[in-house]
C-alpha cells in the first residue's frame, strides 16, 4: 500500500460514519434542547443580520463578523460541491443536504453562543475566540491540549488544503477554461491581491466580504432563478426526483451505475457540512469579533449562514442541475454546473459562473486566512502573525504551481480533525448554551413589554 492509498484509508475512516453521526447527533440534540429555535427564531434571526444593535465590545459589526464567515464558507462547496453530490448520490443528495442544514443550523447557533461567551483579547488587542478559547476558558486548563489539538489542525487547514490549493486550483482551471489564462500568472495576480488584503487584518478581509459575498451571492442566486423560472413546469417534477431519490435507489451517471441511499446519505450531508462548516469550529472564529454584548445574539446571526449557504445557494445549485438534466450527463464538478447555466445562457452563463466561482474562491481564502491566523495565535502568540500571513501568501502563489494529491488528502483529514475537539467542546458546554439563550430570550421579553407599555401610554 502506498502513501496515497494508506491517507486515503484514514480520510474515508475519520469522514466516516461516524464523524458524520456525530456531526448530525450534535445538531440533533442542540434542535430538541434549543426547542427547535432555527424555525422558532429564525425570522428574529434574519432581522438581526442588518438591525443588530451591535453595542458590546469587538472588532466588526454583526453583519461583518458574518459575511466574513460566509466568505469562508460560500465557495468551491456550493458550486462543485453540490455538483459533486448530486452526481454520486442522485437527486436524492440534495434532501440529505437539507437535513444537515437544518440540524447544522443549531449547531451553528450553540458555536456563536459559546464564541461570544468565551472570547478574549490579544496582546495587539485584538479580539480572539473559537473552539480553542471555549475549550480552554469554559471546559478548564486542563483541556489545553484538546484546544492546541484545534488549533493546530485548523492552520494546516488553512495552510494546506480549503484555504489555500484547492481554491487557488478552483480559480486557475475556471479561469484557463473560460479565457485561456495560463494558471502560473492567475496565481501571481492572486497572490498579489490575497496580500493587500490579508495584510490589513480583520478589518481589511471584513471589509471585502461584506462588499463581495452579498453582491456575488444575490446575483449567483438571481441566475439560478432565471434557470428555475425556464424550467417552472418541472420544478414539482425535480422535487419528486429529491424525495423518492433520498429513499430510493435512482438512475445516475447516465444509468450506467446505481446511486444508492447510503450513498445519497453520505454524499448529501458529507458535501453538505463541507459547504456550510456547521460544527467543524472555524465559522466562530469570525464570530467571536462580533461587537455584541450578548452571546445568544451572535448566535442567531451565525445560524443565518447555515441557513443562507446551504438551504438558499445550495438548494438552487441542486435545483439548477436536476432541473437541466445536466446530473445524468457525462460532466462532473464546476463542468456540469457550468452546462445547466450554458442551457439556459449560453454565452453569459459560463463567463458568469467563472466570475462566480472565482470570487467565491477568493473570498473563502481570505477568510480562512483570518481562522488560520487566530489558531496561530492561540499557540504562538502574536509576535509571529506577520510571518504567517507571509507564508499563507506564499502557499496561495504555490497552489498555481502544484497539484499535490498528497497535500489534498491531508487537508481533508485535517479539516475532519477540526471536528472533533469542537464537537467534545459543544456537548459539554451545552448547559451554558441553554443557559445563555434563557437570558437573552427574557431579555427580548422584557424589551417588548417596556415598548407595549410605551406604545400604551401614547
Known sequence: MNLIDLLNNIDSFIWGPPLLILLVGTGIFFTFKLNFLQITKLPKALKLIFFAENDGSGDISSF????????ATVGTGNIVGVATAVKAGGPGALFWMWVAAFFGMATKYAEGVLAIKYRTKDKNGQI???PMYYILNGMGKKYKPLAMFFAFSGILVALLGIGTFTQVNAITDAIKGSLGINPKVTGIVLAVLVSLVVFGGLQSISKVATKVVPF???AYIVLCLLILGTYIKEIPIAFSLIIKGAFNTTAAFCGFL???VSMAIRN???RGVFSNESGLGSAPISAAAAKTEWPAEQGLISMTGTFIDSLIICTLTGLALILSGVWKSDFNGALM????????LPTIGPLFLTLSLSLFAFTTILGWSYYGERCFEFLFGVKGINGYRTLFVLMVLLGAFLRLEVVWI???IANGLMALPNLIALLFLSPVVVSETK????HLDKKSSIKESKTMEM
Open 439 to 442: 437570558l437573552y430570550m427574557t
Open 258 to 260: 446505481g446511486a444508492t
Open 337 to 344: 454546473t457550468q452546462a445547466a447555466f450554458k442551457s439556459i
Open 128 to 130: 480572539s475566540g473559537g
Open 216 to 218: 456575488m451571492s444575490i
Open 410 to 412: 491531508i487537508a481533508d
Open 64 to 71: 461583518g463578523a458574518l459575511c466574513t464567515a460566509l466568505a
Open 268 to 270: 448529501g450531508i458529507a
